[in-house]
């Protein structure tokens, strides 16, 4: 009703062009069906969880959904080996411990998993109305199967050489993930962070592809929902700004240290997993960035600095805990998630209408 | 007409909002007028100019233009001592002469000057409508010598903190700049680069003063203008678009080096004066990048590296020369700045036209 663009909102069966991006832990079936229900793309972050987790998860947000639920997972290759990676990192993240307190590194299970085989078939059998990846697509087969049974499938961009790769394997959309966005870039034909802004990055995109695009990274309000639209984007997915609504799971310690953060107080590292992710500055992130350029192999390093983020969580103490977030974390709206959907809309509506004379 | 916003077409006296960077050494006195006489505001990048040459740029763009023209300044304070950083600059950049194929650096004026009374005089004399500045703004004297016989003063801010510190000493608007921007980065109030995206910090700067804010980095096209203009902003800078006319003086090894360039090969560097810039990444900026923290003060590193620039220029080979331009290089359009800007507002006014139901 207020954006001439309706490719995404058709595609997805939306009334509003916002996706809430699946935040991996953060994103709660309650959050998810809470924006579906205020007619935006809930979505459910399922890359750490196991197929029982993943089976509770989306049956909770389904119960509670009147609308389309989007799952998300990730598309990386596991690691056969390490290169030796894990034990040099076990011996630079003692001192790292220690400062935190902690006095050995404990024994910790690998939680972020690849999409594969064992994940698939109960997909399929959840029948999902919308599938999104990030780190690239999955195999033709998987594409195949779920888009025989009617599945969307989305991806990550972050250069227009992603975006074209993606379009190419059968993504319905992609999402342009630009420079300033929070948590995990999902750039995958390169391990060096694509530096594009998300102004920049969204028209070149638009300009390589014929699928819709979903603008990411940054957008905070209305009149950055009105900006993607002008650039040519479809519709945007958001994170940080969701992260602030009360249904999403967020430690107290991270919620204030979000709370004193400001645009310029994140910065992109690959110290939690390997791979680039925003998050706000902390002791952590910069006692990881000398050894930035020899960690072990995605994702192998979570296994070891997960524990830290829980202990932080747990003593309330945010200095060694994974803070992810975007840019546009200084732009905190507490509250709930159905609320935000809503000023949302108006916001965007208001200024649309706004730049016209 | 097109824009609801008149405040800066009104403050500057412009019909289109839209500011051609000064971009010092590439913006000649033609570009300028051919920018003004199109409605849009023509800038001079006179922080490398002597007085003479100053009176000169200044009286040739007057001359041709029926608008206004702006003229710009770097306030940054000329350092007193270098710490010694000017030889060990001379020791570690003795090797990349070598590579670059020069036998010795050559000695080599320092061209990058300080706002200070020796410019006040002459500016004065020659009664700009419009003066910017880059890197702060100069004395409160100067400021109100300028605002006392009518010039509007403009100056850069990547951050909401050197925002509000601009509009609190009589910037008359702020541009906000951001992190996609090509060139140096007006930051002023940290030797850090400001990593901010242009759509992040636009409404943030939009929030924090009461003053018109100018977009500037990564706008390439009426799409960006339009995103701008939603963001909250009153109007745009644009150096790179600018860049690509045919009244820029830009080397041919350099317009070669932007055509072959996309979004991801630029980098922000202080391997040219010591202050972060972004640039096309070519052989300099690699072999400058472990010295970043150790370089002479603003603006001294630029007589070591100019020559380099010079050389590479000359013999038509651009991998040791200083490539600056900002991330939207890859949207290349030749032709006349006037049929440029006219693009633009066409573009833009399109954009707009097509958010909107």
Redesign the interface.
């Known amino acids: 009703?207020?954006?001439?663009?309706r490719r995404l909102c058709d595609l997805l069966g939306i009334e509003h062009p916002i996706i809430q991006a699946p935040m991996s832990g953060s994103a709660t079936p309650t959050l998810a069906a809470a924006v579906s229900n205020a007619g935006a793309l809930g979505s459910l972050g399922c890359a750490e969880m196991s197929v029982e987790e993943f089976r509770a998860a989306f049956a909770e947000a389904r119960a509670l959904a009147n609308g389309p639920i989007n799952v998300n997972f990730f598309a990386h290759i596991s690691p056969r080996a390490d290169g030796g990676g894990l034990a040099r990192a076990r011996d630079f993240l003692k001192p790292i411990y220690a400062e935190a307190g902690l006095l050995e590194i404990p024994p910790w299970p690998q939680t972020i998993r690849a999409f594969d085989a064992t994940i698939l078939g109960p997909l399929l059998e959840a029948k999902p109305q919308i599938v999104s990846f990030h780190f690239g697509l999955p195999s033709p087969q998987a594409i195949r199967a779920l888009k025989a049974q009617g599945a969307v499938i989305l991806s990550t961009a972050t250069?227009?050489a992603e975006a074209r790769d993606l379009e190419a394997r059968g993504a319905d959309a992609v999402i342009a993930q630009?420079?300033?966005a929070g948590g995990h870039q999902g750039r995958y034909l390169s391990d060096q962070p694509?530096?594009?802004?998300?102004?920049?990055?969204v028209?070149?995109v638009v300009d390589a592809v014929q699928v819709p695009v979903i603008a990411a990274?940054?957008?905070?309000?209305g009149?950055?929902i009105?900006?993607?639209?002008?650039?040519?984007a479809s519709g945007v997915q958001m994170g940080t700004a969701f992260l602030w609504t009360d249904e999403a799971k967020v430690a107290p310690a991270r919620r204030e240290a979000m709370r004193r953060a400001?645009?310029?107080d994140t910065?992109m590292t690959k110290g939690f997993t390997g791979r680039p992710a925003r998050a706000i500055v902390n002791r952590f992130v910069e006692a990881m960035a000398p050894h930035e350029d020899d960690l072990p192999p995605f994702p192998l390093l979570d296994g070891l600095t997960l524990p830290l983020d829980i202990a932080g969580a747990t003593a309330g103490a945010p200095d060694y805990m994974g803070l992810l977030a975007g840019?546009?974390v200084?732009?905190n709206r507490q509250g709930g998630a159905a609320e935000l959907v809503e000023t949302l809309a108006a916001e965007t509506a208001a200024?649309?209408?706004?730049?016209?004379?």
Request: charged residues 10%; negative net charge.
């Open positions: 009703m207020i954006w001439a663009d250069t227009t630009g420079w300033e694509a530096q594009i802004g998300t102004l920049v990055l028209p070149q990274g940054g957008i905070a309000d009149r950055g009105a900006a993607a639209l002008a650039l040519g400001g645009a310029g910065a840019q546009s200084a732009r200024a649309i209408g706004g730049v016209a004379a």
